[in-house]
């Protein structure tokens, strides 16, 4: 059964941080690129961060370049990421997202975590 399951949202200051942890079982994990997504009330799900499967070549939305930091544990199926300087627009249900290498694979989407930034 595949399962990608997040942890470490809740609410922080402005300026604050928190660290996001994705542990995913069920498939290959080493074989996918992952990434986290995130969604606020009333927008579309946006890109945030995307770590790749070799390499672990990385890369930011601009919105979150400089204080956000993904990275991942292929020995232990996890992905995190690092939120720093946290703004209230960062406000959002934070996901994990499994990238599906080849065509007969599928995609896989974690529940999400609540992420709100306010004083």
């Known amino acids: 059964q595949v399962q990608l399951v997040e942890s470490g949202g809740g609410l922080v200051q402005p300026g604050g941080s928190l660290r996001l942890s994705c542990l995913a079982s069920?498939?290959?994990?080493?074989?996918?690129?992952m990434s986290w997504y995130r969604q606020a009330p009333g927008n579309e799900r946006e890109l945030v961060a995307t770590i790749t499967n070799i390499g672990g070549i990385t890369n930011y939305a601009d919105s979150v370049k400089g204080r956000f930091t993904i990275s991942r544990d292929n020995a232990k199926n996890t992905v995190h990421l690092q939120m720093n300087s946290l703004k209230p627009e960062d406000t959002a249900v934070y996901y994990c997202?499994?990238?599906?290498?080849?065509?007969?694979?599928?995609?896989?989407w974690g529940q999400g975590t609540q992420v709100t930034v306010s004083s």
């Open positions: 997202y499994a990238k599906r290498r080849w065509t007969w694979e599928y995609d896989y």
């Open positions: 069920g498939f290959t994990f080493s074989t996918r690129d």
